[in-house]
């Protein structure tokens, strides 16, 4: 059994619609796919009309931070329009548009054509993210390509024109979710130097009520996935792994990570004891 836990559309930052990332699961093998938008579940009905003899397991990627460090929660199973979620998450998305347009604000200042309306157009009903802004970039011929804005130049964060933003606590993330009876999973916590979470703070999210932790993904190397690893059998939590494919944005790459079915097992079973594999 494949299965890729970690997975965008357009519905958030994703190039592809999400009837069009179910096609190219089925393509790369997979039997179990985690479409995970960020801080959105807007993808959801168009991937399950899509997905024929595929398994798709409801999920989203919630913006938080801890300690002053970005760091980003997978939320599986959870009831979407539990009342204290859903009020939430149109919290971060009516953020998401706030920052957007200031981050506009701040690369017109520096000389770079690009318009709200550019940005806007080019999100269309998907949740703004800087990819959007990059691509407006890109088209206005500012860089040559989309992943030229996230440089320290533009939008990568502490960039010119970053804006920070509203973003949730793990710990509420968890209770939200688990209030909503889902479950979560911490999003690749040694990917890079802005996203590191250490062993003392994924304890302390394990003691309230973290499922597991990402250990497989791209950007995490052999070594910490290792480290990793050995924490999580410590802390008695799954080890998950995805692609956090984002169509041509990160290079097609669904299937690339996955996670085991055991693994896959023991966080259905988190989340609906004694239930059967969605
Ligand atoms: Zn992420
Ligand atoms: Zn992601």
Request: charged share 25%; proline share 4%; aromatic share 4%.
């Amino acid at each position: 059994m494949r299965a890729d836990l970690h997975v965008h559309s357009s519905a958030s930052d994703g190039t592809d619609p999400p009837a069009e990332v179910m096609r190219r699961a089925a393509q790369a093998g997979l039997d179990v796919v985690a479409l995970t938008d960020h801080d959105t579940v807007a993808g959801h009905a168009e991937a399950r009309a899509a997905a024929g003899r595929l398994t798709l397991l409801p999920g989203m990627e919630l913006s938080c931070r801890l300690d002053g460090r970005s760091l980003h929660m997978l939320a599986y199973l959870f009831d979407p329009d539990q009342p204290d979620l859903a009020a939430e998450l149109a919290r971060i998305r009516d953020d998401r548009v706030i920052r957007a347009r200031a981050m506009v604000d701040r690369l017109a200042g520096l000389g770079v054509a690009v318009t709200w309306e550019q940005v806007a157009e080019i999100a269309g009903s998907a949740v703004v993210g800087r990819p959007h802004i990059a691509r407006a970039m890109a088209a206005g011929g500012a860089i040559a390509s989309p992943r030229e804005a996230f440089t320290r130049d533009w939008i990568a964060d502490g960039g010119r024109a970053y804006v920070g933003r509203y973003a949730l606590d793990p710990v509420r993330a968890i209770d939200l979710v688990s209030a909503a009876r889902g479950i979560t999973v911490l999003a690749h916590p040694r990917a890079g130097r802005d996203t590191y979470v250490s062993d003392e703070q994924i304890a302390r999210l394990a003691a309230v009520g973290l499922a597991g932790v990402e250990v497989h993904h791209p950007d995490q190397s052999d070594t910490e996935r290792g480290r990793l690893l050995a924490l999580v059998h410590d802390l008695a939590l799954v080890a998950t792994g995805g692609s956090d494919d984002h169509g041509s944005l990160t290079g097609h790459r669904l299937g690339a990570e996955t996670t085991t079915a055991d693994a896959y097992e023991a966080l259905v079973s988190r989340a609906r004891p004694g239930g059967s594999i969605p």
